[in-house]
């Protein structure tokens, strides 16, 4: 017998029975030992375990998020209950994965293409689904223990995939056998063998001669958790660190903008789609901002009325937005960099200038547990003489590759840019190539100068997306990223 | 972008090249078009939001028998010199849609997939580049259903007509607020609306426009020969899309001619199809894709994107067709003759580094401060930017003061309304979801907060940090500051201050220099439950831009 088993022998031999904390306190030794010295004493018929069992459940990310909306029946059941709706209508998965329970449960019935309420479903209307209820219990509970008598329901959420369940055993009590009584009396612990170092036994040097005794090197612990920065931190702190190898210098700029640096600055007429109100955050506290450089803004007017043939309007450019992609400080910064050029053109400065950003930008799209409305983008700038899509791609091509992303280009239109082209990334997750960004040489209208003087390359990608293209991170979705319990921080991989 | 479902028979056709599905393929996406799918009889592209010409399948073939070579008719005329019909447009209508040009086309032969396939590219064409008819819409008419040459477009009161498809007469008034095109665009004529737009003949009213077309002029298989109408607010942009329709009437194989728009001062024949050309040097081309071309390849090249070419000087002489709406200058022309090129050849060509990189001042300040946060034990947060009066501040036991906040009005999202002036919201309801993992819990962000001042936005980094276990207390926290102030060798001080997220009596504000920079303390339990949390939290936050670290 081991060291350790002796000692719970011994202590079971005056306790006759004892649960886990006790023989913890009293042996001195860890639960993993304890636990590992009495599956030894049991192998050999010397104690008797009593266990006591429960289920553990979890809420998948479907779960959490019917939790917190109710179930795809219950909210349509709540639609229905008037009048009834057309099956054609119900088009989203959610609609139609309502539907099939809703048929299931015969809460409702459909009839001549239309979705009709029967009276069991007029009655489940009155309280909540009792399926909601255990969600909330579940998302709420701190362990997510569950009553027995909810097994069954709790069955089904796990046959949909809404909980996982965990089967949890628990050690109750040891007791110890008559053969335990005999063997306990016939041996003896090794008396000169040290168990846990202390600092008097080192003062007093009483380990010398002493054997050790051995620990159990397969015996099971829990993790040290690690502090740690933010797992897209991290990817975005790497990408910084590959631009500044390349020769860039950061700059940032506001997320909350004018539309003139958004939009007008980079070519976007005024009527142009992306301007839509439903795709930008149109802010109304500061409801305006000023546009500083008057010259500048004259330039912007002046090409977006001969090319475009509208009238342009400064009180539309002044609506404050905050930023659907971070271009707009490259915008501004490429106006500031051309204005210095054309200062002092003895060459003083060297080109080319190579500038990068990283920041956030707000898309105003319908957010779930899979999508967000604001996300990250990294946006960079060459301002140089001659620069070519040749050397646009290769300056993509090695930032990617330090990333370990493999690119290819296509042929794209962005108003900004001429010629553009997008840039797509083998993802091993889905065994794709995956749009990355966008990029290209800005127009002159942009950075007004004629291109044979100055050139600019310009790109913008997400940064998120960087993340989701390898399956050794382990992230499923951007919005996965965000808004985070501990525990999801805990589980993130370092890069 | 449009996805258009294309019959692949009526596709080929056009193409006039038999093509297999792989070559069909492979010839759309080398034009930097998308196929979405390919099925038996449909092709579904997703079409670029640049090239209008290319929305009717009647353009993507044209396109790609140029890319192919197979065409080199580079120019379209018309059949006629002489007007067929004219429009005498009122002075009433400037205020709503000024411009109208009309064309006759003879000759069409329609079947029923051609005919889907025009009236679609007709609604994806005003969608899209007529800004859902705001600024250009289509009229198709059958021409022998009208009954004079003469033709008058104005502002018209409420009347009744015969619309299209419909069995009766219906007011226009009534039209706008039922119909469902109605609905959709009425709103690009009802800005001030003191009258209808309407073209008529001598018997009566053809349209309402840009909302729908009469049934008298229905346009079925039978039809022969058309009217075509196209109106808006831009002159530009009304006659080229009229170019724009006439080229592709001709390449269907009918015949166009001219129609007069007789306005107040002038007269305006339409379609009017005539060439523009922009001269490039060949160094310009190399200098902005890095490939060098002679004077045959760079023709060549532009004549596969349909431009007839020449050599004049050192310069290349490109031809634009008139369908080319979206070409501005010379640089959407070096465009296609990338495109033509072909971005995979286009071998990637090394810049020098003259200038050192540099990161902002900012990065390196948050990457120390984040490694102490870490090095206290304290996991980083990330969090949204968005959020809502009631998280932002009505959880947190706060009154919102007036004007602090970058609000949004449009959002479509209810649980976002503003962006967040400060980080504790965000990083108690990271406690919130983490109240089933195993303390103790100590999270930091950070990360940027808003605030409005005087109209103008300050964004500022925010340092924020919570502790929550069943012992938090307020001297856990104060430990953490004081480690932060002195790795940085700060001095700061403390005095007692209230705030209603915190405990009376429990809270501190954080001075640097005589400045308030940032408060501390126990979160108060009303604030704990309105989160969900269940065990003590205390907190701080600071303002990094106050605190004077570079």
């Known amino acids: ?17 004892a649960d886990l904390a006790e023989l913890e306190e009293r042996s001195k030794l860890g639960r993993d030992q304890v636990l590992w010295a009495l599956n030894g004493l049991f192998g050999k018929g010397f104690v008797k375990l009593n266990y006591n069992e429960r289920s553990k459940a979890a809420l998948t990310a479907e779960g959490k998020a019917y939790a917190e909306k109710g179930l795809p029946e219950s909210r349509l059941l709540r639609r229905i209950s008037d009048s009834g709706v057309k099956t054609d209508s119900l088009r989203s998965n959610e609609e139609r994965i309502g539907l099939q329970w809703l048929m299931k449960k015969r809460l409702a019935s459909v009839d001549n293409g239309m979705v009709k309420i029967s009276s069991a479903g007029i009655s489940a209307l009155k309280n909540e689904f009792p399926e909601e209820q255990l969600l909330k219990r579940i998302s709420g509970g701190r362990h997510g223990s569950v009553n027995p008598s909810e097994k069954e329901l709790l069955d089904s959420l796990k046959k949909r995939g809404l909980v996982d369940i965990e089967g949890v055993r628990e050690l109750e009590k040891a007791e110890i056998t008559e053969d335990g009584i005999r063997a306990s009396k016939s041996s003896d612990e090794g008396k000169d063998e040290i168990g846990n170092l202390d600092r ?109 043939r509208y009238s342009w309007d400064i009180d539309k450019a002044r609506q404050s937005v905050l930023r659907t992609h971070t271009t707009s400080v490259s915008s501004r910064f490429i106006h500031q960099a051309v204005t210095r050029i054309l200062a002092n053109e003895d060459e003083n400065l060297k080109l080319p200038i190579k500038m990068f950003s990283i920041g956030r930008l707000f898309r105003n799209e319908n957010i779930d547990y899979r999508h967000l409305a604001d996300f990250y983008q990294h946006d960079g700038i060459i301002i140089g003489k001659d620069l070519t899509m040749a050397n646009l791609f290769d300056t993509l091509i090695n930032i990617y590759a330090k990333l370990g992303i493999g690119l290819k280009f296509k042929p794209a239109y962005f108003p900004f840019v001429e010629p553009g082209a997008e840039f797509y990334g083998y993802s091993d997750v889905t065994d794709e190539w995956v749009e990355l960004g966008g990029s290209g040489i800005m127009r002159s209208e942009v950075t007004g100068i004629a291109r044979n003087r100055i050139s600019v390359l310009a790109w913008g990608a997400g940064i998120e997306r960087v993340l989701l293209m390898s399956k050794r991170n382990g992230i499923k979705s951007i919005a996965e990223l965000y808004n985070n319990g501990i525990g999801f921080a805990r589980e993130t991989k370092v890069l | 972008m449009p996805v258009v479902k294309i019959d692949k028979k009526y596709l080929n056709s056009l193409i006039k090249v038999k093509l297999d599905d792989e070559h069909l393929k492979d010839q759309i996406s080398k034009l930097g078009l998308e196929v979405e799918e390919l099925s038996k009889d449909h092709v579904d592209i997703e079409l670029s939001a640049a090239r209008p010409d290319l929305l009717s399948p009647v353009g993507i073939a044209r396109a790609l028998r140029y890319f192919m070579h197979k065409s080199s008719k580079f120019h379209y005329g018309l059949d006629g010199k002489t007007p067929e019909m004219s429009i005498s447009v009122s002075e009433s209508v400037n205020k709503v849609r000024p411009y109208i040009a009309g064309a006759v086309v003879k000759g069409v032969k329609l079947d029923d997939v051609s005919l889907a396939q025009l009236m679609s590219f007709s609604d994806k064409f005003c969608d899209t580049f007529g800004r859902r008819r705001k600024k250009i819409a289509i009229g198709i008419h059958d021409l022998e259903s009208i009954r004079s040459k003469e033709l008058s477009y104005s502002l018209s009161k409420d009347r009744k007509f015969r619309a299209l498809n419909y069995s009766k007469e219906e007011s226009f008034s009534h039209l706008l607020k039922t119909n469902k095109k109605g609905i959709d665009y009425g709103e690009s004529i009802e800005n001030g609306l003191s009258g209808y737009p309407v073209l008529e003949d001598s018997e009566g009213v053809l349209a309402l426009i840009p909302i729908i077309n009469s049934e008298r002029t229905k346009v079925t298989k039978a039809t022969k020969s058309l009217f075509v109408d196209v109106t808006g607010n831009s002159e530009y942009a009304v006659e080229k899309s009229m170019a724009m329709l006439s080229a592709m009437f001709s390449d269907m194989g009918a015949k166009v001619y001219p129609v007069a728009s007789v306005y107040k001062d002038s007269k305006k024949i339409n379609p009017a199809m005539e060439s523009r050309y922009i001269s490039i040097e060949l160094d310009m081309i190399y200098n902005s894709l890095g490939v060098r071309f002679d004077y045959r390849a760079a023709i060549s090249l532009a004549n596969k994107m349909g431009y007839e070419a020449a050599a004049v000087g050192k310069k290349i002489r490109f031809s634009v067709p008139e369908y080319r709406i979206d070409v501005i200058n010379e640089q959407d022309i070096i465009e296609d003759m990338a495109v033509a090129y072909g971005y995979d050849y286009i071998q990637p060509v090394g810049l020098p580094n003259y200038n050192p990189g540099s990161l902002e001042s900012t990065t390196t300040r948050n990457r120390s401060v984040e490694e102490l946060m870490a090095g206290m034990g304290f996991m980083q947060e ?24 970058v609000t949004v009005s449009n959002s479509v999202n209810a649980s976002i309304s503003m962006i967040r002036t400060w980080l504790l919201p965000s990083l108690m309801n990271n406690l919130s979801k983490s109240q089933h993992e195993r303390m103790p819990h100590r999270l930091f962000e950070l990360d940027m907060a808003f605030r409005v001042a005087s109209g103008k936005v300050s964004e500022h980094y925010h340092l924020a940090a919570v502790i929550s276990d069943p012992k938090a207390n307020l001297n856990d926290i104060k430990a953490v500051i004081e480690e932060l102030m002195y790795a940085n060798r700060i001095k700061y001080t403390v ?14 504000e954080i001075k640097v220099g005589g400045k308030s920079i940032g408060f501390f303390g126990e979160l108060h339990p009303e604030v704990l439950s309105s989160f969900s949390i269940d065990e003590p939290v205390s907190a701080f936050e600071i303002d990094m831009e106050e605190l004077g670290i570079y």
């Not at chain 1, 040290?224 to 990817?235: F, M, P, R, V, W």
């Not at chain 2, 968005?386 to 004007?403: A, D, F, R």
Request: with cysteine.
């Open chain 2, 382 to 405: 990330m969090n949204s930017y968005l959020s809502s009066e009631p998280v932002n501040y009505g959880n947190m036991g706060i009154k919102q003061p007036k004007g602090e906040a």
């Open chain 1, 200 to 308: 008097e036994m080192l003062a007093k040097m009483s380990w010398k001669g002493k054997r050790f005794s051995e620990y159990d090197l397969s015996a099971k612990v829990e993790r040290n958790y690690a502090a740690k920065k933010h797992i897209l931190k991290q990817t975005i702190d790497r990408i910084k660190d590959i631009y500044l190898s390349m020769g860039f210098q950061e700059i940032s700029g506001p997320a909350v903008e004018p539309a003139f640096w958004v939009f007008d600055s980079l070519f976007m007429p005024q009527d142009h789609p992306a301007r839509d109100k439903q795709d930008s955050f149109m802010v109304n506290n500061p409801k305006e901002l000023e546009i500083a450089d008057k010259e500048y803004v004259r330039q912007i007017k002046e090409a977006h009325e001969k090319s475009w």
């Open chain 2, 495 to 508: 005095s007692k201050s209230t705030h209603g997220s915190f405990i009376e009596g429990r809270c501190g």
């Open chain 1, 1 to 17: 017998m081991h060291n350790y088993e002796i000692r719970i022998l011994h202590l079971l031999e005056k306790a006759g029975s």
